[in-house]
């Protein structure tokens, strides 16, 4: 099953500190990439209560369909299938079922019907990513709506380790610590 353990530390940023750190790293605008994100849940919000999430992601002419899932206190789990460009145009215009047969059987086990799942929303992201202490620093300048947001995430293999190193960034740019939600959340209260 294509899963991975996903452990990653998360900051909300101004926009001044954005670019502040955009110019420490030497990006240009070539840098980011464009991939939006296209979230799912129930009409009741099943996923939700589950503290899951699910999405189709499109990066450039690639697709693919993503479930996080919630995994023993340390990260999440997430479960990934690539998808045709036809398969997931054909799920997102309502048409076609979701051809993503790992997903699918880990929705099943959640007893969540693919039947009753809708898009709740749309998040286009620009996305920076560098190599950095071991780990994957990454800067993203989302919007959804009428909303605009500025992140910073660092993806690593080791919570611990992880952790130091990003507080230690933080402290070293003299950016305060702002939690960040998941972006499935903000884009649900975005629309509240």
Do not use: W
């Not at 589950?50 to 997430?78: D, Q, V, W, Y």
């Not at 051809?99 to 996305?127: M, W």
């Not at 995430?153 to 952790?163: H, L």
Request: proline share 3%; aromatic share 10%; with cysteine.
């Amino acid at each position: 099953m294509p899963q991975e353990l996903e452990i990653e530390f998360k900051n909300m940023l101004t926009k001044d500190e954005f670019i502040k750190l955009a110019d420490y790293f030497n990006l240009k605008q070539d840098d980011f990439r464009e991939q939006t994100n296209y979230y799912f849940d129930t009409e009741d919000f099943l996923l939700k209560q589950l503290r899951a999430g699910l999405r189709i992601r499109k990066k450039g002419s690639s697709f693919e369909c993503t479930l996080k899932e919630p995994f023993t206190g340390i990260g999440l789990m997430e479960t990934t299938d690539r998808l045709t460009a036809g398969k997931a145009d054909s799920f997102l215009k309502g048409e076609g079922p979701l051809a993503a047969p790992e997903v699918n059987q880990r929705l099943e086990a959640l007893k969540i019907n693919i039947k009753d799942l809708n898009n709740i929303g749309t998040l286009i992201t620009k996305r920076a990513e560098i190599k950095y202490e071991g780990g994957l620093l990454v800067l993203d300048h989302s919007n959804y709506g009428r909303t605009e947001d500025y992140e910073l995430e660092y993806e690593v293999s080791n919570e611990e380790k992880g952790k130091a190193t990003f507080l230690e960034f933080l402290a070293s740019h003299s950016i305060p610590i702002r939690p960040a939600e998941k972006k499935i959340a903000r884009l649900m209260n975005a629309k509240q």
